[in-house]
């Protein structure tokens, strides 16, 4: 029997870290021939994660630019996919989350009449404008894709009720799969300074911000609020990997630069960053994943945003939202740095997003879709915040 060939398409870190442990599983198993084709919308930050999963792509756009604009990226994906799906006619292109990259792997796949598999599929906010442009980039791919992998039943019933009900799987995020490879207890870290710190006796607080809908006043609001904890609190110590986003270098640096307890650091690479999680005291962030992966590590997350598609973690107490105004932000970063019992309600490992078993279903239902298996997976069933 032919094998089922399924292509990967991803091109920025998330999407890397999320598609990496998918990519191995498909390549792992006999009914597949699995290619993967990489944009390079990032290019470092991607590469990173490559070599850790030590995946060497069989395609590769190279397409990244400084100051790259959401069009530059779009079209140059889409014509870029356009040789590579004409080239490996793949039986099925599998997306990723929400990017550029996920919006115009899924449009080229569909002007090849290929069917697309979306990742990560129904997370909403409903808010067109925040995550920008995100939100209408992963509703696009629900429109195209014929497959669609939910993390949560709450994804689930995002796409019922935009009426997409056939080819829906609940499976968990991948990232937890992830998760599960790289996390160990004698870590050594390659910064000189995560090495050094002290987690027992310091509170590390983790800051990532990177939003393109923080860019400007959210931003500059963020950082003086974070200046302003590590101010107020002399145990803490925040460590900040800063994107590599010349707009978000700019205001890091601009607002956070010269005090003795930033730790202002170069991008890490995913098994460093996941390792620093597990010992943090608090993370703050306005990313995606890490509202994900902290929870499954006992972590409590202020989210730097306005709104959360992962309100899973916000239900089991683990993740709140703490908004882009400074004094809001400062407020609640000092109600858990101050308040043992409050820090303690949220300091519990919850897993609503996965098990580690989320690529191994995506797999059967691949193969369950193509006839090569007689039923669907079993469902992922996460404890909690059922939408
Ligand atoms: C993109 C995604 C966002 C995701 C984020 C993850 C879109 C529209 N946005 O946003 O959903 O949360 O990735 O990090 O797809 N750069 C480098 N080297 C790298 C990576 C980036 O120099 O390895 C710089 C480049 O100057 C680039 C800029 O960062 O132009 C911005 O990258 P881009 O992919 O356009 O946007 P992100 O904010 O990273
Ligand atoms: N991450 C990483 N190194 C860093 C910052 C983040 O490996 O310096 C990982 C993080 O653990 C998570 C993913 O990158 O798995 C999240 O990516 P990002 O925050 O850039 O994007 P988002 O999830 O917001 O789309």
Partial sequence: MSKISVMTVFGTRPEAIKMAPLALELARRPEFEARCCVTAQHREMLDSVLDIFQITPDYDLDIMEPRQTLS??????????????????PDLVLVHGDTSTTFAGALAAFYHKIPVGHVEAGLRTYDKWSPYPEEINRKLVGAIADL???????NRNNLARENIQEGVFITGNTVIDALQTTVVKDFSFSEKVLNDLDYAMRKVLLVTCHRRENY????????????????????????????????????AHKYLDGH????????????????????????MTDSGGLQEEAPALGKPVLVLRRETERPEAVAAGTVRLAGVEEET????????????????????????????????????????HFGRRDAPPAEFTGECCRG
């Avoid at 170069?266 to 005291?281: T, W």
């Fill in 329 to 368: 932000i400062f407020l609640m970063a000092s109600q858990l740095l101050s308040d043992p019992l409050e820090y303690d309600k949220m300091a519990h490992a919850v897993n609503p997003y996965g098990d580690g078993r989320a690529c191994r279903r995506i797999a059967d239902a691949i193969a369950w």
């Fill in 216 to 251: 400007g006043t959210p931003m500059a609001n963020i950082m003086t609020a974070l200046r302003r904890v590590a101010d107020t609190f002399p145990e803490t110590e925040l460590v900040y990997p800063v994107h590599l986003s010349p707009v978000v270098q700019e205001a």
């Fill in 260 to 283: 003795p307890r930033i730790h202002l650091i170069p991008p890490l690479d995913v098994r460093e960053m996941h390792n620093l999680m597990a010992r943090c005291h608090l993370v």
């Fill in 72 to 89: 530059t990226i779009t079209s140059k994906c889409l014509t870029g996919m356009d040789g590579v799906l004409e080239q490996a006619k």
């Fill in 148 to 154: 669609h992998f939910c993390p949560t039943a709450a």
